[in-house]
């Protein structure tokens, strides 16, 4: 019979998992030119933002040193950046070796790209932007981004003693010295320093969606106020998207104004974390578990595209261009696969490390 907790499905809330499931989905059907019409449109809003508003709402104080907090999250992400940054570049430093001899560029350029986590140092358009993350680990940027970002949010929490009234004004502090340096920084800064005081105030909201109890108190959703707001958010958001413009988080961009960008980052996010609260006794396991495995899917889809277009085009040079059916079909089939293979690779090693640590233990 069902209830109306929460499922838990390998100790984690199964509907929190649903909705990073759905923002990886979403990503990678961006990296696959996969469009569908309008659905395509509003999840670029929220595919990449809705992680960073996760990661406020799952957050949890916990009794440690600020440098404690800093290795916690360091081994969380840092980690697995410089892990599958190096895996792939020895894999792609090994491939030129075999079918050519690499020049001193193609050896120092991705080492660059990897120190640097951004894709380009200019925004997109500018002339003269080459590319630095070469080795299909753009993604990554993600993961030294969202590092910074929750290190920009401990410290407030620390310094405000987590007040909610004193982590407002440090979060709006946060966004407007993001306004400043987005304005007036002409290049992009290494590890997404310009857009992190920008980041951090997703993260705040999220913490605010907790903390407020946004999805478990009836109160809320019934209050008069409440109905309201939604109405007039819901009527607002369609002429804010279209004429702030689409963001694209990797090269720090918002739209025109950055606080109609967060704003819409904002509410599109809380649309899919509703839709996946409410559904949450019909979640299945696989939704949830490809959730799970988000950070192994968005560090290696880019890689093991590679591997999936070179075999789709082995039935044809031109296969995967245009708009047409094999093309679709074969986009498709990347990003099914892609979530399959390394869901399964990531439960996996997780099951492998447990039994590790049981066997040590």
């Known amino acids: 019979m069902k209830t109306n907790k929460a499922i ?28 569908i019409p309008f659905l395509s449109d509003y999840a670029v809003y929220f595919y990449v933002p809705i992680f960073f508003v996760l990661a406020g709402f799952t957050y949890h104080a916990k009794e440690e040193s600020y440098a404690h907090f800093c290795k916690r999250k360091a081994r969380r992400l840092l980690l697995p950046y410089f892990g599958y940054s190096l895996f792939l570049y020895a894999c792609f430093v090994i491939k030129d070796c075999i079918l050519s001899r690499p020049t001193m560029t193609q050896v120092i350029q991705p080492l660059v790209g990897i120190l640097y986590s951004r894709n380009c140092f200019y925004p997109l358009g500018s002339a003269d932007n080459p590319t630095i993350m070469t080795i299909w680990n753009a993604p990554l940027w993600f993961l030294t981004a969202l590092f910074l970002s929750y290190l920009l949010f401990e410290l407030g929490m620390r310094i405000t003693k987590r007040q909610s009234h004193r982590m407002l004004l440090y979060t709006i502090g946060c966004v407007g010295v993001g306004i400043l340096i987005h304005d007036t920084c002409k290049i992009l800064l290494p590890w997404s320093l310009d857009s992190v005081f920008l980041l951090e105030s997703l993260l705040a909201f999220g913490y605010w969606l907790q903390q407020s109890k946004f999805f478990t108190k009836p109160r809320v959703q019934t209050s008069g106020y409440f109905k309201i707001a939604v109405v007039i958010v819901l009527l607002l958001l369609p002429f804010t998207m279209m004429w702030n413009g689409k963001p694209n988080l990797s090269v720090g961009e918002y739209g025109r104004s950055v606080l109609l960008g ?61 708009n047409g059916t094999l093309a679709v079909l074969c986009q498709t089939g990347m990003v099914c696969a892609s979530l399959a293979i390394l869901t399964i690779v990531d439960l996996c090693c997780h099951a492998l490390g447990k039994e590790h640590l049981c066997r040590k233990g």
Not at 292 to 316: K, P, V
């Open 8 to 35: 838990q499905i390998n100790g984690r809330t199964a509907w929190i998992d649903a909705a990073k499931c759905i923002g990886i989905l979403f990503v990678l059907m961006a990296h696959a030119q996969l469009q």
């Open 262 to 322: 967060l704003f819409n980052m904002a509410v599109t996010s809380v649309s899919v974390l509703t839709l996946c609260y409410l559904a949450r006794n019909q979640i299945g396991a696989g939704l949830a578990y490809i959730g799970q495995s988000a950070l192994t899917i968005m560090s290696m889809h880019m890689f093991l595209f590679m591997f999936l277009q070179g075999g789709f085009r082995l039935f044809g040079d031109h296969i995967m261009e245009g």
